[in-house]
Each structure stands twice: as structure tokens, then as C-alpha cells.
């Protein structure tokens, strides 16, 4: 089909009877015309005014975005099936069944779980799209980018097999990673299978948004002249219909086609049912998911029925049979499957007479086995190529399938199809039976593996075609690729003391320009701000390396005769996501995959507000991880307390635990401008250099104070998590050790000074620029030396550095006392911790601080408190400090649960 932006638009609402439209068009010119003479134009005018609030008025169909159901493409525009439908349908029988024995054989001995009915539902729209569609990748073309529904994997390992990219013995072991020899993760894991899956999906909704960001990535690659594709490779998305519930499904579809993004085509399997139960029982999910995509500005191909239903629907004169497919609601739909065809001659056809004359001629059998159109390979090329050739769009292909497809008894459209995962003999023989599997009686109960003979036609035929189409799909190529990065030694700008007191939100905005200066590698940073670069002080960037727009600047922006004015252009730089912190995440994914998807290393610099990050949008955050993502993540205005004014929504004092919880993150909470600098040019090294799949969490704050040189030989113990920042006065015979970080590192220098001048006590001041990494590390020596007891014990990096420190330790910090107490059991002597658990408040950061305990008092009276524990000072000291520095010991403390 030649689908057009407009024959889209003009066949939306349109019912069969085109003709009668045209018709009355022309009567209601006739009748203004009519007017026109008769009545004169004012008069005219009036009247039709008041047909228009008549209209205006009126009650609508709340469909009026969709289309009557049935197939998008009439039969007489579908394109030719170019395939061997015979041979391709048995390659596909026999997939069906390595997908099904691999669930039902690894449950028949554990309870690892699995699923069959999603794939059973989906193995057509797979299958059409890897004969025909997907394009592997070649030296000159990425290939296809596709993300396969979660829950379909054990279709796509079945496939594999087939292909000889797995054996069986990975199947054997599905679901079971740790067994012997390794086995298959049970979902899109790249993490897992690094040269198998690209991305995760199965955490419902995230790939539908990422396949967006990731299609609109690819523009931006393009614009900025960074890839030259001889083809632009396609963005393919698999969703559920269930799945479509998700907010992140639906929730970005607009930026599609607002961007025109024809690069795109998403493919919902609508098999009308998600785990518990119908999507829609009491409506239809296909006819709400067009109306909501055409609204989208879409190109909707829906795929409902299969091709033995084009005869009976143009045997219809009596208009009755449309009205019967949308008068029945998916719930109805369901029972057809469940019930045997005489119940859907009788209830479906039977409403109706004239209907049931149009099936006499075939038996129930054959009622029953008329096709829905997602199992219908014809119908699904046909929608293929339309969506393919459609121009200035984004396609969804809505293809209505069903749950659990032909496992019969065991599962099919049953509602407890989504958790089958065992089938017993007799259900074996009839799944066999129906795909015509050859495997004999007397070994069918083993659920072998069948794979066919390497000379065999249908090997041939599906080698032929992926060779033909470039290579296997999934498949994760990492070409290896080196950026060059700048050195350690080239960051010296922010090795010394800052000229005025600055904050190190505004440190890390000096730190990115200078990135952006770095010939040879500026061009690969891509910075993303959800409508928050002015909050950080970053609007400066919006002139010096543009907003990417792929439509230019098409206005004059209200400020464009200032230094930093609204600039958008179509090579800019920053992905301004707007206000969308999945959209961000989405992009910051993108971007920091791009050195496996695209094969260009790109370094993603996200800056946010911090309490909207892992705690808004965690989900994406862990999948960073899976993925294998890099970058920076900068949650800005961090502190629960350094943000005042803002209040309990916006205070974030947790987000480095949340960081904390992501194997391959690391997170950071630097004081001062050098510590961010090490911290990025070593992160730059590890990531873009090493070619380690780690990201980076760096905690920013907006409170000015100076920032210091950096003191000679820091640079490990930045990047390890602790150094001694500045030792304690000497000559005190009390020993004390403060750690501080963010910027209520200011209150332990502060806390450093009172101690040694009105309480005798020396305090050296540590920075701990990592609690996580520190534990880690510990935590990987502990487990070593218990397997290993009888070997000289292995010691951690905090263990080392503290052995010979002597007295009390304490810990303060702008966040949750947890941060710190990470690495509580390995502090000689343990640790006292000071820090803001509970929910922000709105107030001065001055009153917060006395309020949470994190000031300088609170941290002096922290320490002496720990000393005195200790009994390394008199408690007398610490209840006279109390009073003397003015600390209300009743004040009302934060509600900690
Ligand atoms: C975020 C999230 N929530 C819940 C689940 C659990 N879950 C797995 S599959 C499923 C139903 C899927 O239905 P649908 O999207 O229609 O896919 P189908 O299997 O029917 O093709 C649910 C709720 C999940 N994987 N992710
Ligand atoms: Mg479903």
C-alpha cells in the first residue's frame, strides 16, 4: 500500500461507503449555494454559525480517531507475499516447538518458570520481520535496532538454535545461568549475553520509550554528521498490548511524530490478554490504541483479520458484518478462541441471519480455523512493507493475534495462558500434531530438541534469508573504539584554589566547557537537560553548542539579542528533553550505548534535579546498568539540606544509596572542583579508553564556598572513595577523625577548628568521595578471606588506610546516615554517624542544618559525644559543649519512622 500522510488522515473515520461522503459533499454545497442566492452571504453566514454551535455541541463517538475493525490494508492494495509460505511455516512449527520444550523440559525438574503463550502468540510477527525485514549488520550498515518483548525470548533462543548460534545444551540449561557450562537469562539481559542482547524490555514499558529516544538518537547522530549510513537502519519495537498500559509505553508517543521519526515502526501483539486476563474485556484494545495513535499523529496499520476472512467480508452487502466486529467487545473475541467453531457460528454469526448465510459453506472446523491476522504471514508482509515505505511518520502495526496460539487445551486464549509452563503427554502430541513436528511417540515425553538437518530445505531457506539480510538479529557487535579523551594533567585549571567561591554545580559547568573544548573529542559529549539548565547555570551552552532541533530554529526566540539566547539549531548539541526524566534516562541510554549500537562511542553528560532521578525513573537507572550503558549521571542541587527553601519534594538526601544499589554505577560525592575533575578524567579513561561498561553517579550541589588546591598525591584515594583532606592540629593529645563530603564538608573543616581550639581535640578531616566503593571492596576482601580462612587475610583499601589511625570516628553528610554507615564495620572502632534522615523541610540551610544535625555545632558535639563513648573524654565535656554552643538538646527532631 502507498500510504500518505494524507490518505491516512482521509481514511480516518471513513466508513466503506467512501462514495456516500463524496455525495453528501455535494449536497451540502448545493444547499449553500442555494442559501447563498436566496438568503444573500450575511444571512448565509448567520445560518451556518449556528450550525456550527450546533456542532460544536453535539455529542461525539468517543472513536472518532478510529476506523471501522477490520484491516487497514484492503486486499486489493496488500502487497505480494515474496516468501515460501510452505517452508517458512514449517521452520516456524519447529521454532514453536524448541520454545515450548525448552519452558515446559526446564520446569518438568525446577521451578525456574518461563513462558510459552507469548511467543506462541507472536511467532508470526517474529518471523515475517526476520525472513523478510530485519537487517543484520554489515561493514557499512549498523543494522536493524529491535526490541523484542521480554517475554518472546525463549522464541528468539529457539530461532538462535536454529541458526546454529546456540546448542542445546544452552537450551537445556535455560533459566539456569549457573548450571554447568552457563545456560540462557530468562529475558533480554545484554549484561547476561553481552554478544547476544541489545537491550532489555522486560521491565514492562521501557523499551517502548527507549526504542523512541533511540530512534530520535539516530537523527541526532545523522544531523551532527557523526554517522554517514548508506541506509538508515529501522528502530523496531515489540510490545504487548498489556504492556501498553505502562504510562512510559504511551506516554512519549507524540515526540515520534512530532520528530517525523519514519525510522520507527512499533508492533503491538494485541492477543487481547495480559496476565490476569483481558486487556479490555469490555472494549477493544485495538480500535483504543489507534484511536490514541492516530491523536499521536501515527500511521496506524491495523492487522485483525487473516486472509479467509477478505471472501466473507466482501460477501457482506448488508453492512451487518462490520457492525458485528464492532459491536463485539475483546471479551467476546476471547470466548471464540476457547469455544469450539459451532459457538462462533451460533453467537457470532448467528446475531445476525444474513450473517450466518455467509458461512454455510463452511463446517465449524473451518469456522474455528478462520485467522486472526497477526497469525496470518500474508497480512503481516503486507503491514511490514506499508510500515517500511511510509514516509514522514512513525508506523504502529496493531496485529491481533491470540494468547497461547496452539497449544490448544493447554493454554490457548485461556486466561491462565500467561503462566502456563508445563503441558502434560497428550498435550505434547497434539502441539506436535498441529505443527506437524517430526518427533516419534515413543520420545515425545523427553521434549527433545529438534533441529533439521543442515542440507535440509528449510535450514537452507532460513540461512539463505538472514544471509541475504545481513547477518543474525539479536546480536551485540562491539567494535572496539578508543576516544580521545583528555589526560589527567590537562584538567590542571582545577587543580588550584578557585578565584571566588563557587559550588560544584557551577564547577562541573566549567568542567563541560572545557570538555567541549577539547578538539577531537568535544564533538562526542552529548549533555541532556530536562528543563533545567538554567537552574544550574548552564544556559550558556544553549548559544555555544546549540539545542539540537531536527527543524532549526523556525522562529526568532524573545531573547535572541542576549549572550546566551534560546538556540536551536539542527547540529546542536543538547538534548533539551523537556520536562521528561524518562525521556531523559531514555536519551542518556541512548547515548551511552551508543558505542555498541551505533558503533560511536558518545559520552552523555545528564544533569538533573537529584531527587528526580533514580527515585522518579530507578527502573531506567538499573537498566542503565543491564545495558551496559555509559556516562555521567549529575544529580544536581543534591542535599537534603543545601537545596533549602524547596522543601520535602525536592530535598534528596537518599539518591546515593539508590546509586548505590546498581553493580555497575559508580557513585560519587565530591567536595571540590578537583576531586569532580579526577573523578571525570578518570571516569573518561576507564570508560572510553579502558572500554569498561560502567557509568558514573556524581552528587552536585549549588551552595558557593572556596574551593581549594588540590593537595599533592590525593588522586587515588579520590578515586577509591576516602583521603585525608586536612590533618588535625598538632600537639592535642585527642585524637578525632571526621569525614565529610558534598558540602557539609564545610561544616567538618568548620567542626575541625572549634574541636582543636575550645575542646583540645585534634581532628583530622577526610573526604569521602565514595562510600559505595569502599564498602565494594571490603565487602570483596571479606568474602575472599572467609573462603580462604587459612590464608593470610586479604585487606581492604579502608582497612589499610585507617589501621594506624587512632581515636574516634564520625561521619557527616547531606544525606541519609546509611551513606556513610556503608562502611561502618570496617572503621576501627566503628563509626558515628551525622546526617539528614527524615523528610526536607523549607527553610534556611542555616536552621535545616541545626534542625537535621548536620551543622558545624552538631558536628562538633557529634564528635565529642563519640570521643566521650570512647571514654576518651569526659561526658561532662560533651553536655558543657552542648550548652555552650547553643544547641536546644529538646529541639524537634526529624520523624525517622
Ligand atoms: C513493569 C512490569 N510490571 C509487571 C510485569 C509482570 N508481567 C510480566 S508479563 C505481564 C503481562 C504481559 O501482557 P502483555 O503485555 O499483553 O504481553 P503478552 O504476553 O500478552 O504478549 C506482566 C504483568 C513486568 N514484567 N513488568
Ligand atoms: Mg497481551
Not at 600537639?731 to 574541636?755: C, D, P, T, V
Request: aromatic share 10%.
Amino acid at each position: 500500500m502507498k500510504a500518505s500522510k494524507k490518505d491516512n488522515y482521509s481514511s480516518r473515520g471513513a466508513s466503506a461507503s467512501t462514495g456516500n461522503g463524496d455525495k453528501m459533499s455535494e449536497s451540502l454545497q448545493s444547499v449553500f449555494e442555494l442559501a447563498m442566492q436566496s438568503q444573500g452571504p450575511e444571512r448565509t453566514a448567520q445560518l451556518l454559525e449556528k450550525l456550527a454551535a450546533q456542532l460544536r455541541t453535539a455529542p461525539r463517538p468517543s472513536t472518532s480517531l478510529t476506523t471501522p475493525y477490520v484491516n487497514t490494508i484492503p486486499p486489493d492494495q496488500q502487497a505480494a507475499f515474496p516468501g515460501d509460505r510452505d517452508i517458512e511455516r514449517r521452520i516456524k512449527s519447529i521454532i514453536r516447538w524448541n520454545a515450548m520444550a525448552m519452558v515446559v523440559k526446564a520446569n518438568s525438574n525446577t521451578n525456574v518458570g518461563g513462558h510459552i503463550a507469548s511467543f506462541a502468540s507472536s511467532a508470526t510477527l517474529y518471523e515475517v520481520a526476520q525472513n523478510h525485514f530485519f537487517r543484520g549488520a554489515t561493514d557499512d550498515f549498523p543494522g536493524d535496532i529491535v526490541y523484542f518483548q521480554g517475554h518472546a525470548a525463549p522464541g528468539m533462543y529457539a530461532r538462535a538454535y536454529l541458526e546454529g548460534r546456540l546448542d542445546e545444551k544452552h537450551l537445556q540449561n535455560f533459566r539456569q545461568e549457573l548450571a554447568e557450562g552457563g545456560g540462557l537469562s530468562s529475558y533480554p539481559h545484554p549484561y547476561l549475553m553481552p554478544e547476544f542482547w541489545q537491550f532489555p524490555t522486560v521491565s514492562m514499558g521501557l523499551g517502548p520509550v527507549m526504542s523512541l529516544y533511540q530512534a530520535r538518537f539516530n537523527r541526532y547522530l545523522q544531523a551532527r554528521g557523526l554517522v554517514k549510513w548508506k541506509e538508515e537502519p529501522k528502530v523496531w519495537a515489540f510490545l504487548g498490548d498489556g504492556e501498553s498500559d505502562e504510562p512510559e509505553s504511551l506516554g512519549a508517543i507524540t515526540l515520534a511524530a512530532r520528530e517525523n521519526l519514519d525510522n520507527i515502526i512499533w508492533v503491538v501483539n494485541c492477543n487481547l490478554q495480559r496476565l490476569d486476563g483481558p486487556v479490555r474485556g469490555n472494549g477493544k484494545i485495538i480500535q483504543e490504541l489507534e484511536g490514541l495513535f492516530h491523536g499521536a499523529g501515527w500511521n496506524v496499520i491495523k492487522v485483525i483479520w487473516g486472509t479467509e476472512w477478505d471472501d466473507i467480508i466482501k460477501r457482506d452487502k448488508s453492512g451487518l458484518l462490520l457492525k458485528r466486529m464492532d459491536e463485539c467487545v475483546d471479551g467476546d473475541y476471547q470466548k471464540y478462541i476457547v469455544e469450539p467453531g459451532s459457538y462462533t457460528r451460533k453467537h457470532f454469526f448467528g446475531k445476525y441471519p444474513e450473517l450466518l448465510e455467509l458461512v454455510t459453506h463452511l463446517t465449524d472446523e473451518q469456522i474455528s480455523k478462520l485467522l486472526r491476522g497477526g497469525h496470518d504471514v500474508r497480512k503481516m508482509y503486507a503491514a511490514y512493507k506499508a510500515a517500511m515505505d511510509h514516509k514522514g511518520q512513525p508506523t504502529v502495526v496493531l496485529a491481533k493475534t491470540v494468547k497461547g496460539y496452539g497449544l490448544g487445551e493447554a493454554g490457548e486464549g485461556k486466561n491462565i495462558s500467561h503462566q502456563q509452563k508445563k503441558m502434560n503427554e497428550k498435550e505434547l502430541r497434539e502441539f506436535r500434531g498441529r505443527f506437524d513436528i517430526p518427533i516419534s511417540d515413543d520420545v515425545i515425553a523427553d521434549m527433545p530438541f529438534y533441529r533439521p538437518p543442515v542440507d535440509s530445505p528449510e535450514m537452507k531457506y532460513l540461512l539463505a534469508r538472514r544471509k541475504k539480510l545481513g547477518g543474525f538479529i539479536p546480536a551485540r557487535i562491539v567494535k572496539p573504539a578508543k576516544l580521545d579523551v583528555p589526560k589527567l594533567e590537562s584538567f590542571a585549571e582545577f587543580f588550584s584554589p578557585s578565584k571566588t567561591e563557587i559550588s560544584t554545580t557551577t564547577a562541573f559547568g566549567g568542567l563541560l566547557r572545557f570538555l567541549l573544548k577539547q578538539k577531537g573529542f568535544s564533538k562526542n559529549i552529548v549533555p541532556i537537560i530536562p528543563d533545567e539548565a538554567r537552574t544550574f547555570g548552564l544556559d550558556v551552552l544553549f548559544r555555544e553548542i546549540g539545542i539540537y532541533s531536527s527543524k532549526g530554529q523556525l522562529y526568532e526566540p524573545v531573547d535572541s539579542k542576549t549572550l546566551s539566547y534560546y538556540h536551536e539549531a539542527k547540529d546542536g548539541q543538547i538534548l533539551e528533553e523537556g520536562i521528561s526524566e524518562t525521556g531523559a534516562m531514555a536519551s542518556f541510554i541512548a547515548a551511552g550505548t551508543s558505542y555498541a549500537t551505533n558503533g560511536v562511542p558518545m559520552v552523555p553528560f545528564y544533569i538533573y534535579y537529584s531527587m528526580f532521578g533514580p527515585q522518579r525513573v530507578g527502573d531506567l537507572f538499573w537498566l542503565a546498568g543491564d545495558i551496559r550503558a555509559k556516562g555521567f549521571l549529575l544529580g544536581a542541587t543534591s542535599g537534603r539540606t543545601t537545596l533549602n527553601g524547596e522543601g520535602l519534594q525536592h530535598q534528596d538526601g537518599h539518591s546515593l544509596l539508590h546509586a548505590s544499589t546498581i553493580p555497575t554505577c559508580l557513585p560519587y560525592d565530591p567536595a571540590f572542583s578537583y576531586e569532580l575533575a579526577v573523578i571525570v578524567a578518570d571516569g573518561l579513561r576507564r570508560m572510553f579508553v579502558e572500554n569498561e561498561d560502567i557509568f558514573y553517579y556524581l552528587a552536585v550541589y549549588n551552595e558557593n564556598h572556596p574551593m581549594p588546591a588540590m593537595p599533592a598525591g590525593c588522586e587515588v584515594g579520590i578515586l577509591k572513595g576516602l583521603y585525608k583532606f586536612k590533618p588535625g592540629a598538632e600537639g592535642k593529645k585527642i585524637k578525632a577523625h571526621i569525614f565529610g563530603s558534598g558540602s557539609i564538608m564545610q561544616s567538618a573543616l568548620k567542626a575541625q577548628e572549634i574541636l582543636a581550639e575550645k575542646y583540645g581535640v585534634s581532628a583530622d578531616v577526610w573526604s569521602a568521595t565514595s562510600y559505595k566503593l569502599l564498602r565494594t571492596d571490603a565487602i570483596r576482601c571479606q568474602r575472599w578471606n572467609m573462603l580462604h580462612p587459612t590464608q593470610p587475610a586479604q585487606k581492604s583499601y579502608v582497612e589499610t588506610l585507617l589501621a594506624k589511625e587512632q581515636g574516634a570516628f564520625v561521619a557527616v553528610s547531606d544525606n541519609m546516615r546509611t551513606v556513610p554507615d556503608q562502611i561502618a564495620p570496617w572503621v576501627p572502632g566503628g563509626l558515628f554517624t551525622l546526617g539528614t534522615d527524615g523528610f526536607g523541610r523549607s527553610d534556611t540551610r542555616t536552621r535545616l542544618r541545626r534542625f537535621f544535625g548536620v551543622d558545624v555545632e552538631s558536628t562538633v558535639i557529634g564528635t565529642l559525644y563519640a570521643l566521650a563513648e570512647k571514654n576518651l573524654i569526659e561526658r561532662q565535656v560533651v553536655a558543657q559543649a552542648i550548652k555552650d554552643l547553643g544547641v536546644d538538646p529538646e529541639n524537634i527532631q526529624p520523624q525517622l519512622g
